[in-house]
C-alpha cells in the first residue's frame, strides 16, 4: 500500500480559491433556498433519482430516468438491466445516507456497511462466528431421530425429507461460516485487490485532510477515492461520501445530500480524468457550483409548477385528492397511474381521471405504459 499513498499536499492554493469560493457561496444558497421551500422535500426526492442517473452517466452508462422511478416503484415495464440495478443501489444509498445522522455515512460503522454492500468484503462471514452452523447441524443429527413411530409409511418419507432439507441447511450454514459463500469469481474480482487496506489508506487521507474547508475535504476525498480505487467496483460509492463530507460540515443541512454526479456531467471528461492532480480538483470544484446551480434552477421551476397546480384546488372539497397528487408528482420526475393508484389508494381508473384534472404532460408518448410530469 506504500506505492499507492496519496499525497494531499501542496496544493495550489492560490489558483483553487476563486473556484473554491463560488463552489461555497452556491451550495450555500441552494441550501438555503430548500431548507425554507414548500417544495424543498419534493425536490430533494427528485435529486435522489437524478443524481442516480447521472453517477451512471459518469461512470459511461445510461440509465432512463423513466426506468429508474418505475424500478423503485416496482412498476418495470421490462426486465432490469445490470446498469439499472447499480443505479437503483445509488438511490438506496442515498436515501440511506440522508435518512441517517450527518455523521454517521463517514463513521466506522457507516462505512463498513455503506463498502460492504458497494463492495468491500470485510470478512463478515467469518466474522459472524459459527454458532449458525453448529447449530445447523445440531439440528441436522437429530433430525432422523424424529421420535415418531416409524411404522407408518408416510411418517417415514416425511423423516427423510427432514432430514435432508436440515442436512442442507447445514452444509449452507456452515459454508458460509468458513467464507466460501462470500468467494468472488477471479474473472470479475482481483484476488490481490485489498479493500480493506485502501478503505484504511483512505480514510488515513480524512484524517489528514481535516482541517481544509468542507468544500476542498470533499474533493480531495472523492479524487483520493479514484486514485486509491478503493472499491473495485464501486466508485460510485466516493461521490456519495464526497457529498457526506459536506452535510457533515452543515453545508448541506438535513436530508439535503449533494448531487455531485450531476454537476460533475457538466465536466468534460478529460478534465475530470486528467492526469495533473490539479485540474482534477478545479474540475471537482466547478462541478459542485454546477450542480448548485443546476439544483437551483429545478427548484424555482417546482416552485413555479406548484403554484400552477394548486390554482387547480381552488373550490375542491377537503377530501380531494389532488393536494396528493400534487406531492406525489413534485416527489417523482414522473408517475404512472399504477403509481398514483398505489400511493393515493384509489383504483387505477380514479388515477387517471384526477391526473386529467390535474392536467399533468404526458411524458412518454406511448398508448401503453404511460407516464406523466410536472410540465
Known amino acids: 500500500m506504500n506505492s499507492m499513498r496519496y499525497d494531499p499536499a501542496k496544493l495550489p492554493i492560490q489558483r483553487l480559491l476563486q473556484p473554491l469560493s463560488d463552489a461555497e457561496v452556491a451550495l450555500a444558497r441552494l441550501d438555503e433556498r430548500v431548507a425554507r421551500s414548500p417544495v424543498g422535500q419534493g425536490w430533494i426526492e427528485r435529486m435522489h433519482f437524478t443524481d442516480a442517473c447521472a453517477s451512471l452517466w459518469v461512470d459511461g452508462e445510461l440509465v432512463h430516468l423513466e426506468d429508474l422511478v418505475l424500478h423503485d416503484a416496482a412498476h418495470d415495464v421490462r426486465a432490469p438491466t445490470h446498469e439499472l440495478t447499480i443505479a437503483s443501489d445509488v438511490l438506496r444509498t442515498r436515501r440511506r445516507i440522508a435518512a441517517q445522522p450527518s455523521d454517521w455515512a463517514l463513521s466506522a ?77 477471479a474473472l470479475v474480482y482481483e484476488a490481490d485487490w485489498d479493500e480493506d487496506a485502501r478503505l484504511e489508506e483512505w480514510r488515513a487521507v480524512l ?140 383504483t387505477p381508473q380514479a388515477a387517471l381521471r384526477i391526473i386529467r384534472e390535474l392536467g399533468l404532460r404526458e411524458m412518454t408518448g406511448r398508448g401503453r405504459f404511460r407516464a406523466w410530469g410536472v410540465v
Open 207 to 346: 484524517a489528514e485532510i481535516g482541517n481544509l474547508p468542507p468544500v476542498l475535504q470533499a474533493v480531495l476525498a472523492l479524487d483520493a477515492w479514484n486514485v486509491l480505487g478503493v472499491l473495485q467496483h464501486g466508485a460510485w460509492l466516493g461521490r456519495q461520501l464526497a457529498g457526506s463530507i459536506l452535510r457533515q460540515a452543515a453545508l448541506t443541512t438535513g436530508p439535503h445530500l449533494a448531487a455531485f454526479n450531476l454537476g460533475l456531467k457538466s465536466i468534460p471528461v478529460d478534465r475530470r480524468r486528467h492526469v495533473d492532480r490539479d485540474i482534477r480538483i478545479s474540475a471537482m470544484l466547478h462541478a459542485l457550483g454546477a450542480a448548485a446551480e443546476l439544483g437551483l434552477k429545478e427548484h424555482d421551476r417546482l416552485t413555479l409548477a406548484r403554484t400552477m397546480m394548486e390554482r387547480k384546488l381552488v373550490g375542491r372539497r377537503a377530501s380531494s385528492n389532488l393536494p396528493g397528487l400534487i406531492d406525489l408528482v413534485l416527489a417523482r420526475p414522473m408517475v404512472s397511474a399504477g403509481m398514483v393508484a398505489e400511493a393515493l389508494d384509489v
Open 109 to 185: 460503522q457507516g462505512l463498513n456497511n455503506l463498502c460492504r454492500a458497494g463492495g468491500v468484503d470485510g470478512g463478515q462471514s467469518v466474522r459472524d462466528g459459527g454458532g449458525g452452523a453448529a447449530d445447523a447441524v445440531a439440528v441436522a443429527q437429530g433430525s432422523d431421530d424424529v421420535g415418531e413411530d416409524m411404522s407408518d409409511p408416510l411418517a417415514r418419507e416425511l423423516a427423510a425429507i427432514d432430514a435432508l432439507l436440515a442436512r442442507s441447511e447445514a452444509m449452507m450454514a456452515e459454508t458460509k461460516a468458513s467464507g466460501r459463500v462470500r468467494e468472488r469469481e
